[in-house]
């Protein structure tokens, strides 16, 4: 209605002026949900932008991330594989120099000593003195040993109670379904050795009968 009383007026002007009357339109009530739905058009579009590129971040950082964790199981095949000691002879080597029982073996590839890649034994001792060994993966040389203070030899002794399967046989069972890598005990409700090869996934070993199963949970978790 205030549009019409508008160009009404405008037009009586022009016509008692005799000459061209130029108008500028000034948009009324009519006119302010059309300007409300253009902001909210740009501001839908913005925000649909903004949700575009956080999507594309958390790609990217995925991508990152398995780009990482797929250059660390090459390192470790790379290590592995140019090796002549296995997880099984490392855990044997570590047990000649301190007895005990070992617990975890890992193939660290981070050079930590003297430049030197090796593999890690953790060992408990009498007296549940924990021990960590490091092996040469070349030669089976003990490249250093010392005490570490750790506190869950209750834990472990418990979850090996009635095992008849040790580290190092578990790491000979897994072998056969690729090189390994990694040999830990699992001291919580599925009671088991943990073992990781470098290209075959991971697997679990019974306690007793040294029987190999994939290892679902972190298949799952991939």
Do not use: C, Y
Request: aromatic letters at 2%; a negative charge.
């Amino acid at each position: 209605m205030k549009r019409n009383i508008v160009i009404a007026v405008v037009t009586a002007a022009a016509l008692v002026g005799g000459g061209t009357a130029t108008a500028l339109a000034v948009s009324g009530d009519d006119d302010a949900p059309t300007t409300t739905r253009a902001a909210e058009t740009r501001g839908s579009d913005s925000d649909d932008d903004g949700a575009d590129q956080d999507d594309r971040d958390d790609r990217d950082d995925r991508g990152d991330d398995d780009h990482r964790d797929d250059r660390d199981d090459r390192d470790e095949a790379r290590v592995a594989a140019s090796g002549d000691v296995t997880a099984a002879e490392a855990i044997a080597a570590a047990l000649k120099h301190t007895p005990g029982t070992v617990v975890s073996a890992d193939l660290d590839d981070d050079e930590d000593d003297g430049g030197k890649a090796a593999w890690e034994v953790d060992v408990l001792g009498k007296g549940d003195t924990w021990h960590s060994v490091r092996i040469d993966p070349g030669s089976g040389k003990v490249l250093s040993a010392h005490e570490d203070d750790e506190d869950d030899a209750a834990e472990v002794r418990a979850a090996l109670k009635g095992a008849s399967v040790s580290a190092e046989e578990a790491a000979k069972a897994a072998a056969a379904k690729g090189t390994v890598t990694s040999v830990d005990l699992d001291d919580d409700d599925e009671k088991g050795w943990e073992v990781e090869t470098a290209s075959a996934g991971d697997w679990k070993v019974d306690l007793t009968d040294a029987k190999v199963t994939s290892d679902r949970d972190d298949s799952d978790d991939d």
